[in-house]
Structures are given as structure tokens and as C-alpha cells.
């Protein structure tokens, strides 16, 4: 399991003091308001940045990193993925799991492999899963459970696909 998680990413900035826009890949943004420093990656490339500022507006989150002092500045963090520890992302509920344990994940229909999850994204209506199927083709599966997918077993690495057409 990854150590890092991703827990959102930077839109844009916002105003004249360096605040960015942040879309949180949960519904939750509570959990932002305990960091204190967090990884920004894009591209392969890492770097820290210290939390400075925080602020809630309606239905924007805006961020502010210490040194980040511009719309200039901030606008070279468009795009940037914001990772923390495992421990501080968004508590999970019942039932659900973090996108990233998905990678990896082998689909069974009737107790057959059929795909291994290589990779995720968001879908208009769901996080779309790419599986590599076992004719080496890679196709999209909607994570929706009970409707194309159930039975997510993480510590195991399995789950049910339930319309094997998808992978065909």
C-alpha cells in the first residue's frame, strides 16, 4: 500500500496573495485543516510546501503556501497533486476504500481473472478504473458497486466484476 495519498489537486490561483484553488478528491475537506505541511507532485516531480493560511468560501477551498507570495507564483502550482502521509488523508467510512489500493486489485467473474486495475480516473458520474485485461487490451470499468463491480477485498486484491462484457 502507498505510504503518500493523494488527497486533492491545485486548480488555479485565486486573489492577489498567493491563495490557490483546491479540488479535494473526497467529499470531505475537514482533514485539510489539521496539515501543517504536505508533498505537491506533478510530472514525477515532488516538493514540500508549508501550509500557511486556509480558508473556506462557499463552495471554494483556497489554500496558502508559506513563500507563495503571488498569482504568479501560485499560478506554477496549476495542476500539482496534493499528497500527505496515509494517516492524515480523509478518514475512510463504512464500505469504502482509497483510490489508490485499487491499483493492483486482480477482477474475478465466477472465480476467473479476468483484469488487474492498472490505474484510475475521475468519471463524470464515477472513478473509472483502467484494467488491463487478460487479452492485453486496457479498458475502462465505472467503480460503482453493485451495479458493475462488488465484493472489494483490499487485503486480498480481489474483486467482482459483474458484467464481463466490459472487459470483452
Not at 493523494?6 to 479540488?23: D, Q
Not at 496539515?35 to 500557511?52: C, D, M
Not at 489500493?101 to 472513478?127: H, I, T
Request: proline share 3%; hydrophobic share 40%.
Amino acid at each position: 500500500m502507498k505510504q503518500f495519498l493523494a488527497i486533492g489537486v491545485i486548480r488555479s490561483p485565486h486573489g492577489l496573495k498567493g491563495f490557490v484553488k483546491v479540488h479535494s478528491y473526497s467529499d470531505d475537506y475537514s482533514h485539510f485543516h489539521n496539515l501543517k505541511e504536505v508533498v505537491l507532485e506533478k510530472a514525477g516531480k515532488q516538493r514540500t510546501e508549508e501550509i500557511e493560511k486556509i480558508l473556506d468560501q462557499g463552495s471554494i477551498f483556497l489554500v496558502k503556501f508559506k513563500g507563495i507570495d503571488s498569482p504568479e507564483q501560485a499560478r506554477f502550482l496549476s495542476g500539482w497533486d496534493i499528497l500527505v502521509p496515509r494517516e492524515k488523508a480523509s478518514k475512510l467510512g463504512k464500505d469504502e476504500v482509497y483510490a489508490a489500493d485499487l491499483v493492483g486489485v486482480r477482477l474475478m467473474y465466477n472465480d476467473e481473472e479476468v483484469g488487474q486495475v492498472v490505474s484510475f480516473m475521475d468519471g463524470p458520474q464515477a472513478l473509472l478504473l483502467e484494467v488491463k485485461c487478460n487479452d492485453g487490451k486496457i479498458r475502462l470499468v465505472p467503480y460503482l458497486k453493485g451495479i458493475f463491480v462488488d465484493n472489494v477485498n483490499i487485503s486480498e486484491g480481489t474483486m467482482t466484476l459483474l458484467n464481463r462484457g466490459l472487459v470483452e
